[in-house]
């Protein structure tokens, strides 16, 4: 009998969670809280859930609901932010948050008790069931794949790729809020910033961070450039306390259809469902209203949640062509040396749209702002990009 046709094999679950992520784990937390009914059944292929991360989101990134039933797995709180161009400074208000995985891990793994388990690897999955790697079958109504960032022909990509150390300074380092671009470095591999994440006075998360054309990570070039930076600032360090990493995909153009079709009516979240902000790479807004999605859900048959999943995929990629076509500007118009200008001028725009545009919410009128006015890159190049022609040079697929 083919997988993932009927059979008469009793059930594990209703629901199989594969990959204990961001974007699992919020519907775990989301289900366990509002639907106890579901059984539930979260694996993981690492020690922990949620892996080694931070996600970060602004308050107005989230519905009021939403930031009431995430509130207890945000570990860090800021009433706002900074960002540092080589000509420009500017401190933006607005609640901005945290979520570590350490505390991701502890508040959902103590919900889900042995609902969750860790340390099991999958060796292939369908629809309803999952293979493990020891050849054990676990069957259920549906199975989401929540894996992270999956290679497609069907989409164009640039990169934002990281480094990130927390960082114990042997002095305070005098930091009041977060900085979430410190374009004032050199310039190194497309448009590079630095952000800062002041957790307590003595403690920062410091990410080296690239918007890139390639997906390579020099690693030991970004921890080299981090304790630069720390020094130019005059910090002494005690100790590193963690280290993260990662690439994540900055969609350019595609076939969301024919991406959907790889999927092979396989339920997907997070960034397999390619849920995530076009441009900044945020990923928890995506999360958290595809957890309420789900939970909302009577019917949780594969076959439902997955046209379910895809409808709203789709929805949201055509809602987010606009920024597709700034990413696009981004990569193809400007030189890698000078892409911080193009961020440098946007910051520039009122706040109110800022906020908006992290939240990706813009109006009409947001758009025809962002992109009146000179632009801080060749015009020729500007429409090319806009047109969706690019140069063999910025094609990039993953």
Not at 63 to 77: G, K, S
Not at 122 to 134: I, K, Y
Request: hydrophobic share 45%; charged share 20%.
């Amino acid at each position: 009998m083919p997988a993932d046709h009927a059979s008469s094999a009793p059930l594990d679950a209703d629901l199989i969670l594969v990959g204990g992520g961001l974007a699992n784990g919020l519907i775990a937390w989301r289900l366990a809280l509002q639907r106890p009914d579901v059984r539930l059944l979260l694996l993981e292929a690492g020690p922990t859930l949620g892996g080694n991360h931070t996600w970060s989101f602004h308050a107005t990134d989230l519905t009021a609901a939403q930031q009431a039933w995430i509130a207890p797995l945000v570990a860090h709180r800021w009433a706002g932010h900074e960002v540092v161009f080589p000509q420009r400074r500017r401190h933006l208000g607005g609640g901005y948050a945290s979520v570590t995985s350490e505390r991701f891990h502890a508040r959902i793994a103590a919900l889900l008790g042995e609902r969750a388990r860790r340390g099991v690897a999958v060796a292939a999955l369908g629809p309803t069931q999952v293979t493990l790697a020891d050849g054990t079958v676990l069957r259920a109504r549906a199975v989401i794949d929540g894996r992270g960032a999956r290679r497609s022909p069907h989409l164009v990509l640039g990169h934002q790729k990281f480094l990130g150390q927390e960082l114990k300074l042997a002095a305070p380092h005098g930091l009041e809020a977060p900085v979430l671009m410190d374009a004032s470095v050199a310039q190194h591999d497309g448009y590079r910033f630095v952000y800062l994440l002041p957790f307590t006075a003595d403690t920062v998360l410091v990410e080296d961070t690239y918007y890139a054309d390639g997906a390579a990570l020099d690693a030991p070039a970004l921890r080299r450039r981090i304790a630069q930076y720390a020094a130019a600032r005059g910090w002494r360090l005690e100790g590193v306390v963690r280290e993260e990493q990662g690439v994540l995909p900055i969609v350019l153009s595609g076939d969301p259809e024919a991406f959907w079709r790889e999927a092979r009516g396989v339920p997907c979240s997070g960034l397999a469902a390619g849920l995530f902000h076009p441009t900044t790479g945020y990923s928890l807004p995506e999360a958290a209203t595809v957890a309420e999605l789900i939970a909302a859900r009577v019917e949780l048959s594969a076959p439902a949640l997955f046209e379910s999943l895809r409808a709203h995929a789709l929805q949201r990629w055509r809602a987010h062509g606009f920024f597709r076509l700034l990413n696009r500007m981004l990569f193809r118009s400007a030189p890698p040396q000078l892409r911080w200008k193009v961020m440098q001028r946007f910051y520039g725009l009122p706040e109110p749209l800022i906020a908006r545009f992290y939240a990706a919410q813009l109006g009409a009128l947001d758009k025809l702002r962002i992109v009146s006015g000179k632009p801080p890159v060749p015009l020729g190049a500007a429409l090319r990009a806009a047109l969706d022609r690019p140069s063999s040079r910025a094609e990039v697929r993953q």
